[in-house]
């Protein structure tokens, strides 16, 4: 069983930046990380992803360049660094799962977050 907290979202003007952190817990050993958002009456949405070695990196369009996934596996943790941050970011973040290689596709993911909400101001 894995165990996923997020936790860094608050409110933040245009422009700004935010840290999220996933922290993990269990058995998460060769597992690939995901970060995807929901905003308000919207499905939720891919927004990165990485691979368990932390080499392999991909984004979804609308924050490549401004988006930074990470992880320290020493510390059972996974970043999402936000910068330039729009008002259209605004969502709750999820931090996702799933064992052996990283997908965009939500259903591949077996654990998940409680998400943290960001809201971007203009």
């Known amino acids: 069983q894995v165990q996923l907290v997020e936790s860094g979202g608050g409110l933040v003007q245009a422009g700004g930046s935010l840290r999220l952190s996933c922290a993990a817990s269990g058995r998460t050993f060769g597992y690939a990380m995901g970060w995807f958002r929901q905003a308000p009456g919207k499905e939720r949405e891919f927004v990165a992803h990485?691979?368990?070695?932390?080499?392999?990196?991909y984004y979804a369009d609308s924050v490549k360049g401004r988006f930074t996934i990470s992880r320290d596996n020493a510390k059972n943790t996974v970043y999402l660094q936000t910068n330039s941050l729009k008002p259209e970011d605004t969502a709750v973040y999820y931090c996702?799962?799933?064992?052996?290689?990283?997908?965009?596709?939500?259903?591949?993911?077996?654990?998940w977050g409680q998400g943290t909400q960001v809201t971007v101001s203009s």
């Open positions: 990485i691979n368990w070695s932390g080499d392999n990196t």
């Open positions: 996702a799962a799933r064992p052996l290689r990283a997908t965009m596709t939500i259903s591949d993911y077996n654990y």
